[in-house]
T-cell receptor
Framework: DTGVSQDPRHKITKRGQNVTFRCDPI?????LYWYRQTLGQGPEFLTY????????KSRLLSDRFSAERPKGSFSTLEIQRTEQGDSAMYLC?????????????FGPGTRLTVT | GDSVTQMEGPVTLSEEAFLTINCTYT??????LFWYVQYPGEGLQLLLK?????DKGSNKGFEATYRKETTSFHLEKGSVQVSDSAVYFC?????????FGTGTSLTVIP
């Protein structure tokens, strides 16, 4: 396994368009997280899956954002009616639930630019 | 709510200097604490972790001790190298969510 992968790596879109990102976690990992990172900031939690169940969403997450993990493997993050403020790096991470510590492994991210 | 406060940067050091990056946290319950590193052009990587009070995490010459009494998890390295130039993030986990600090940029000059 080569780690967490994300596709595409870069996306440029016009305001108002919909975009979808894909994340493939490490195969045996049952937890999957989405984050957003803007320049000069740390990753900001968006949502989290355990297997196929979406267990938590950030209160800050607009209803234009939706995420799925249909078979408990890969996940998609969709942003509808994109706005310029959505421009950011979108990070995916996965982890394996073991004991009391959940080490996350991050993908390289998808950089979204909304023009 | 749970949060992490990190020393602001950027930090510039000469090679072989001593490094400290401060991190304090606020959390309900008993969090696990982490330091992540992001090298230029790369994704975040776990540097070290500690899961309970007084634990010391260490990796690649970096160390951090989980201090419950001061709610701190400061990152230290005795002698930095040019290759340590990166952005360092302190993070905590309290179950389902991870909270990250804003990151501290470190530049090491020869």
């Amino acid at each position: 396994d080569t780690g967490v992968s994300q596709d595409p790596r870069h996306k440029i879109t016009k305001r108002g368009q919909n975009v979808t990102f894909r994340c493939d976690p490490i195969s045996e990992h049952n937890r999957l997280y989405w984050y957003r990172q803007t320049l000069g900031q740390g990753p900001e939690f968006l949502t989290y899956f355990q297997n196929e169940a979406q267990l938590e969403k950030s209160r800050l997450l607009s209803d234009r954002f939706s995420a799925e993990r249909p078979k408990g493997s890969f996940s998609t993050l969709e942003i509808q009616r994109t706005e310029q403020g959505d421009s950011a790096m979108y990070l995916c991470a996965s982890s394996l639930e073991t004991g009391s510590s959940y080490e996350q492994y991050f993908g390289p991210g998808t950089r979204l630019t909304v023009t | 709510g749970d949060s992490v406060t990190q020393m602001e940067g950027p930090v510039t050091l000469s090679e072989e200097a001593f490094l400290t990056i401060n991190c304090t946290y606020t959390a309900t319950g008993y969090p696990s604490l982490f330091w992540y590193v992001q090298y230029p052009g790369e994704g975040l990587q776990l540097l070290l972790k500690a899961t309970k009070a007084d634990d010391k995490g260490s990796n690649k010459g970096f160390e951090a001790t989980y201090r419950k009494e001061t709610t701190s998890f400061h990152l230290e390295k005795g002698s930095v190298q040019v290759s340590d130039s990166a952005v360092y993030f302190c993070a905590l986990n309290t179950g389902n969510q991870f909270y990250f600090g804003t990151g501290t940029s470190l530049t090491v000059i020869p």
